[in-house]
């Protein structure tokens, strides 16, 4: 057999790895099934009211928004290690500052495993549906909050780091792409806008939710406030859950069905050869199925660019609340506003860019960002 066959083999999984070809099954099978039933009963929502594509849009701004208070993590720190260590004098300014500084180290778990389970978890989403991804990530969300609590009660950074951190962050991450991909089938026309719109939620998250710990913490204590959270956050994001579906099968709208596939009167996928083979000079991706995607070299350099492009944001959105306070001598409230105003250009940012994309293309507006930084 020669070298090109053997690379063909690999790429397709069909090697003797069998984590290799558990990975390319995993990332290959996609399909969604549904009975007959099912698809009759998503027509409706509760209580027989018709379903209409565009409930998705604000059911799913709402249910981003909850997982962006993630981004507020920072103004938990101090009370945490406060709470957690004790306090001492600050050597400057002479105010009561913790002994340790580890709970960033919460929203550093919590960010990888947001990512993980969004990456690991994305097939399984497909194949079961944005509902139950949702519920599954929700529960996790929640119990993550709940053994936060416990461990802030106990005095247990341990736990902490397990709760939010582990639980909470691969929650975080099953919820964050429910909604996107249910957005995108449902608008196929629209996909920047969609997606766009759904993931500026959760700079939204960080506007709403940045101011809300101080207050609650001074009524209820830090422990309980992060039950108080957890359950509000869980029984919004049920509700939403429940909203979540992907269109039929027979979906179609402005000419394309839910994969962006033009259709004819008749509903039939159109097979013009003379343009699907100019799509594919154009865009030689668009012929790659998932695993071979996932597996390419050009997936890689993307991953990379991605990933540099994001982790210097992260490590300031871990600290930025100590960063107001610490360096520029504010207090708490003024640290929560600017935490609060970084969301609000979070938020903009995402829907702005998405929205444009679906002129200018994804890749010149990657160039627009990336020079914009």
């Given at each position: ?22 990975l ?9 099934h549904r ?73 550093y778990?919590a ?42 009660r ?8 397990f ?21 995108q ?23 709403v ?25 869980f ?16 979906f179609?709208?402005?000419?394309m ?58 490590v ?37 860019f ?8 994804r ?6 960002m990336?020079?914009?930084?």
């Amino acid at each position: 057999m020669d070298n090109n066959n053997q690379d063909q083999r690999s790429t397709r999984g069909d090697d003797r790895n069998p984590l290799v070809r558990a990975l390319y099954h995993h990332y290959s099978d996609t399909a969604y099934h549904r009975s007959a039933a099912t698809i009759e009963r998503e027509k409706t929502l509760f209580w027989g009211i018709p379903f209409n594509r565009w409930t998705m849009f604000p059911t799913a701004f709402i249910f981003q928004a909850i997982c962006g208070s993630l981004y507020t993590w920072s103004v938990f720190n101090d009370p945490i290690d406060a709470y957690i260590y004790g306090t001492t004098a600050d050597p400057v300014t002479g105010k009561p500052a913790p002994i340790k500084h580890n709970a960033p180290i919460t929203f550093y778990i919590a960010v990888g495993c947001f990512g993980l389970s969004s990456a690991i978890n994305g097939p399984w989403l497909e194949r079961h549906g944005p509902r139950l991804a949702a519920i599954v990530g929700s529960t996790l969300f929640f119990l993550g909050n709940m053994i936060a609590a416990i461990g802030i009660r106990a005095k247990t950074m341990a736990l902490v780091y397990f709760g939010y951190g582990l639980l909470g962050g691969a929650g975080l991450g099953l919820c964050y792409i429910s909604p996107v991909s249910a957005l995108q089938k449902w608008f196929p026309d629209k996909r920047g806008l969609a997606a766009g719109f759904a993931v500026c939620g959760f700079g939204a998250g960080s506007i709403v939710f940045a101011k809300v710990p101080g207050p609650l913490t001074a009524e209820v204590g830090l422990p309980l406030t992060f039950v108080t959270l957890g359950c509000s956050y869980f029984a919004a994001m049920l509700l939403c859950a429940f909203i979540f579906r992907v269109p039929p099968p027979n979906f179609q709208v402005n000419g394309m069905d839910m994969y962006r596939n033009k259709v004819n009167a008749n509903g039939d996928v159109e097979t013009n050869q003379e343009e699907k083979a100019a799509a594919q000079l154009r865009d030689p991706g668009t012929t790659m199925n998932l695993s071979d995607a996932i597996f390419s070299k050009e997936y890689r350099f993307i991953y990379l660019m991605f990933f540099g492009n994001s982790i210097a944001g992260l490590v300031f959105l871990s600290r930025l609340a100590n960063i107001v306070k610490d360096i520029f001598g504010k207090d708490a409230s003024t640290a929560a506003t600017i935490v609060a105003i970084n969301g609000g250009f979070n938020l903009g940012g995402r829907l702005f860019f998405s929205s444009v994309s679906d002129r200018l293309g994804r890749k010149n507006s990657f160039f627009v960002m990336l020079l914009s930084q």
